[in-house]
């Protein structure tokens, strides 16, 4: 999940701050970055909020980083 990596880094956030954001350990938000353990929808929806981007960038199936319009 390098996207997840870069586009943390973009923001100038560190893991431990994205982790205590997800209520999850820095350990295992290290793993995610790594690829080492698969994501829940539910947190990456929220990882994609933090980020300001879409899930389908964050998966590799779009190059547009850009998020889409949120629902009203």
């Known amino acids: ?3 997840i990596k ?3 880094e973009d923001k100038e956030i560190k893991q431990v701050e994205m982790a205590k954001q ?3 350990s820095q350990t ?3 793993k995610y970055e790594l690829g080492k ?3 829940p929808i539910e947190t990456l929806k929220k990882i994609a909020l933090i980020l300001d981007t879409s899930i389908d960038y964050l998966l590799g199936l779009t190059d547009t980083p850009e998020p889409y ?3 009203k």
């Open 1 to 3: 999940m390098l996207r």
């Open 37 to 39: 353990i698969n994501i």
């Open 6 to 8: 870069d586009l943390r």
């Open 28 to 30: 295992n938000y290290s």
């Open 22 to 24: 997800l209520n999850i």
């Open 69 to 71: 319009p949120r629902k």
